[in-house]
């Protein structure tokens, strides 16, 4: 299914699903405590702060701009924020989601936007046609407007995702309709594996809340694409791929700065340099006969436990540490590692899993689930070797983990006629994230030939094994006829069934789908 054809998409899938997350680094341990002679110390870098965070996101406020869509017949639609990233000979270039520029078939491209220092004025905008990402590959517009005379812009850093610590304070600014700061701020989850997307846990991002910006103590981290419903989890669009795509665009980034510094090291403790000692004079030592033990004095050579045994204990503990919940081929009553649980051993897993898959490299599970420790500490690029292992040998898991890589450029380039292969495998032995992205292959003709009807033969399963995403893309072949007959009822159910668990586009995609004229039902309310 063609993007213009499908319209807003974004992908659900959290860390959990096949990976287990990708965590930054954790907070700088406490400088030492010394005794002796005084020694001189580095300091170290300044931790983020509750309320320096909230400053800098109140400062920000007036690069952020609420935008207000426009329908056919000249009423508002779908309203949501943007970003100031640049100015040029007089004109604003703002980031917005593409979802909230073009969230529906019946949208302008003439949205109004309104500025924090003028709430009660909006200024026409032009949606820029030609410069998009569709929401299944990223979900970024851009909007251009002659600058007010009133606008007073802040300039801020763009801060690279792998400086920011794990569950760091994070800020929001834009919610609902209003320029609002949090109280309280999220905590930052590390980037989510099939999407590129950071995530943000429970900041506060309710509907209409897409396209505000989201921020450091210190810096912009990104752009809200998702709000966080049921899952308490935020997607945002990278700030640091917001400049580098505004850049290939060839507009102006001259309101961030990319590329902040490193944070300094942790503190560097240099020692006093003792004070040298005379060497005293060779002692020469006459050479005495070795005594030969007896042989009651013989000392016993040490019990090495047998190769099995390591594999078995190395085994043991990859599993403990690194099973994945949903993994078939876990060991029969092993609960499985939490995204969660994960982060807090990966160094541990690693190590496990990485004698386990030397000491059996024919059983699956130990390749895949070395990947995914790899994968949780953002070595993307070194879990590819591992997971391939997997997956010949058999692992579904790691099947569709490297059919989900390949697709979306994780750690390898994209490569769509290398992820196919890949998913189908993983598709035919029942993956349920494989199924949902081999339809999306197969819709979107992407390292296969377009074809809907196979879309639509891969995406029933997913779908009745109610995960949303699925549930929403199969409405929406309903709703166009799209390797199957137009259905509205069919696809007005699937619709229902996708917003009953929070899905946004399964909830925009109802609303449309009530809005439409000459449909011949009525909400569920209403029957």
């Not at 993007?3 to 287990?20: E, H, N, P």
């Not at 834009?174 to 989850?189: A, D, M, Y």
């Not at 196919?420 to 029942?430: D, F, H, M, Q």
Request: glycine share 8%; with cysteine; proline share 10%.
């Amino acid at each position: 299914m063609a993007d213009a054809k499908l319209g807003a998409r974004a992908l659900v899938l959290i860390l959990a699903v096949v990976c287990g997350g990708w965590p930054a680094m954790g907070a700088q341990p406490a400088a030492p405590v010394q005794s002796g002679p005084p020694v001189q110390t580095v300091a170290p870098p300044a931790t983020p702060t509750t309320a320096g965070g909230r400053q800098t996101a109140l400062d920000f406020q007036h690069n952020v701009v609420r935008i207000i869509t426009k329908t056919a017949d000249g009423q508002d639609g779908p309203a949501g924020f943007g970003i100031v990233i640049g100015e040029r000979d007089g004109r604003l270039y703002i980031a917005t989601p593409d979802h909230v520029a073009r969230g529906s078939d019946d949208l302008t491209a003439t949205p109004d936007v309104i500025f924090f220092a003028e709430q009660g004025r909006r200024y026409p905008a032009r949606r820029l046609e030609e410069l998009r990402i569709p929401p299944a590959q990223g979900d970024l517009a851009v909007l251009e407007l002659a600058r007010p005379s009133s606008f007073r812009p802040a300039r801020i850093t763009i801060i690279d995702p792998g400086e920011v610590p794990d569950a760091a304070p994070i800020w929001n600014v834009g919610r609902t309709e209003r320029w609002l700061v949090p109280t309280s701020p999220g905590g930052f989850q590390g980037i989510d594996v099939q999407t590129n997307h950071l995530m943000v846990e429970d900041l506060p991002t309710p509907p209409g809340s897409s396209g505000g910006a989201v921020l450091t103590d210190r810096a912009l981290l990104g752009m809200t694409l998702r709000d966080s419903g049921a899952q308490r989890i935020t997607y945002v669009f990278r700030g640091d791929r917001l400049v580098e795509v505004f850049q290939r665009w060839q507009l102006p980034v001259n309101l961030v700065q990319r590329n902040v510094a490193s944070a300094p090291a942790p503190p560097v403790t240099i020692a006093p340099t003792p004070p040298r000692v005379p060497t005293p004079p060779p002692v020469t030592i006459a050479p005495t006969t070795p005594r030969v033990p007896t042989p009651q004095q013989q000392p016993a050579s040490p019990v090495r436990p047998p190769a099995a045994t390591q594999t078995a204990r190395a085994g043991a503990e990859c599993d403990r540490l690194a099973a994945h919940p949903n993994d078939p081929q876990k060991p029969a009553g092993l609960a499985g590692a939490s995204s969660e649980q994960l982060r807090a051993t990966m160094a541990d897993a690693e190590r496990a899993c990485d004698a386990a898959h030397k000491q059996a490299p024919a059983v699956a599970r130990y390749g895949f689930q070395l990947a995914r420790a790899l994968v949780a500490q953002h070595r993307a690029a070194e879990a590819i070797e591992p997971a391939r292992a997997a997956g010949e040998a058999g692992s579904v898991m790691a099947q569709s983990m490297l059919g989900v890589m390949y697709r979306n450029g994780l750690g390898v380039p994209v490569d769509h006629q290398k992820a196919v292969p890949w998913l189908e495998r993983a598709a035919r032995g029942g993956d349920t994230i494989a199924q949902y992205f081999l339809a999306k292959s197969y819709a979107e003709g992407k390292g296969v030939t377009r074809d809907d009807a196979q879309a639509v033969h891969w995406l029933q399963q997913p779908a009745e094994r109610n995960y949303a995403p699925a549930q929403t893309m199969l409405g929406q072949m309903h709703e166009r006829g799209l390797g199957t007959s137009v259905d509205y009822t069919q696809a007005r159910q699937w619709y229902e069934k996708a917003s009953s668990q929070g899905d946004q586009e399964g909830k925009a995609a109802l609303a449309r789908l009530y809005r439409s004229p000459g449909q011949q039902f009525l909400r569920p309310s209403q029957r």
